[in-house]
């Protein structure tokens, strides 16, 4: 049972332009969502969060939308640049079955590719 | 500061095998967590340990353990090794405290094959 969902295995965009990385969710309980990014042999490395109290936080190029209703969380980076070919996770987390936010629930990911 | 090291990187053993894999985590973090990544099936939770104390876990059979020392280092171990447990074993640490919204740093990870 995926209760995080990322249906594109890959996407490729142009350099300059805007990557848009979706996620879906189906446990109502998710309260807290994050998005990784891991490159070849390293490990996956935090990017950007959102509370389920919110429905958008930016952080420089990077900003997460949340769409409570939908169950859908979308990741916009703009402009787009060569460094940010990696694959992006999605992740989920129930704060009040768990302490802190260190069970998360993950996406199967999405690789991102950007041509110069 | 130093990341979270992983130990070994690679490794490769046989069905019916057991193998333990080390994680050192940030100096200061007292909770560590598993995962395991496998195609297709993305990251999935093994268990976390917060103060030598298993706080959480996931869905997966007794064969997989874990434990953390009083340093806080932590060691998961796999025993009867099947084809199936090929994977790449992720170990991330945080602070752990339920003050707010934790942050997982992860390791490079151990690849485990099995043949």
């Known amino acids: 049972d995926q209760q995080v969902k990322q249906n594109s295995p890959s996407l490729s965009v142009q350099e300059g332009r805007i990557s848009i990385l979706n996620c879906d969710y189906t446990?109502?309980?998710?309260?807290?969502f994050l998005w990784y990014k891991k490159y070849p042999a390293e490990g996956p490395t935090f990017l950007i969060s959102?509370?389920?109290?919110?429905d958008k936080n930016e952080d420089g190029r990077f900003t997460v939308f949340l769409n409570k209703s939908a169950k859908h969380l979308s990741l916009h980076i703009v402009p787009s640049q060569p460094g940010d070919s990696a694959v992006y996770f999605c992740a989920a987390s129930d704060k009040r079955s768990n302490f802190g936010n260190e069970k998360l629930t993950f996406g199967t990911g999405t690789r991102l590719t950007i041509i110069p | 500061k130093a990341g979270v090291t992983q130990t070994p990187r690679y490794l490769i053993k046989t069905r019916g095998q057991q193998v333990t894999l080390s994680c050192s985590p940030i100096?200061?973090?007292?909770?560590v967590s598993w995962y395991q990544q496998t195609p297709g099936q993305g990251l999935q939770f093994l268990f976390e340990?917060?103060?030598?104390?298993?706080?959480n876990k996931g869905n997966f059979p007794g064969r997989f353990s874990g434990r953390q020392f009083s340093n806080s280092r932590s060691e998961m171990n796999v025993s009867t090794l099947e084809l199936g447990d090929s994977a790449l074993y992720l170990c991330?640490?945080?602070?752990?405290?339920?003050?707010?919204?934790?942050?997982?740093?992860f390791g490079a990870g151990s690849r485990l094959t099995v043949l």
């Open positions: 991330a640490s945080s602070s752990g405290y339920p003050s707010g919204a934790n942050v997982l740093t």
């Open positions: 446990n109502s309980m998710f309260d807290y």
């Open positions: 340990y917060f103060s030598e104390t298993q706080r």
């Open positions: 959102i509370s389920s109290i919110k």
């Open positions: 100096s200061g973090h007292r909770s």
